[in-house]
């Protein structure tokens, strides 16, 4: 990914059109895309700066906080299936879609196959 631009080339664009100038005459006079200058420009009408926000990292699971929950689930009924973990979820209150929890399932705790979506046996202390 590329690196953002400067703050001083972003406040000197700001600058201008907050100046008056037109958005594709300070686009091309400072060589930057047009839809940079009315963002910018709102960036900074909104916080007070022209700083770009974070860029890149990672996400937290949807599910990682829940973890207790979907091991307690899965150990009452080993043989679920995601459609019905998912109904389990939501009438413990946490809505997700079938894809946030197979994801969170293949890479988190448990394990997804095509018996049901867990195998009781892959969890530590939860012995069949």
């Not at 091309?28 to 963002?39: D, H, L, N, Q």
């Not at 079938?98 to 994801?103: Q, S």
Request: charged residues 25%.
């Amino acid at each position: 990914m590329t690196r953002p631009y400067s703050n001083d080339l972003r406040e000197r664009v700001v600058r201008a059109h907050l100046a008056g100038e037109p958005i594709r005459s300070v686009a091309a006079r400072f060589g930057v895309g047009i839809s940079c200058v009315p963002r910018w420009t709102a960036r900074y009408r909104q916080t007070g700066s022209v700083a770009p926000g974070k860029v890149g990292g990672h996400r937290p699971w949807l599910l990682a906080s829940h973890r207790t929950l979907v091991l307690e689930l899965v150990r009452k009924t080993p043989h679920l299936t995601i459609d019905r973990l998912r109904d389990l979820l939501a009438a413990e209150g946490v809505t997700v879609c079938r894809d946030t929890i197979w994801r969170y399932l293949k890479r988190g705790p448990l394990s997804a196959n095509s018996n049901g979506c867990c195998r009781a046996a892959s969890l530590p202390g939860y012995g069949r």
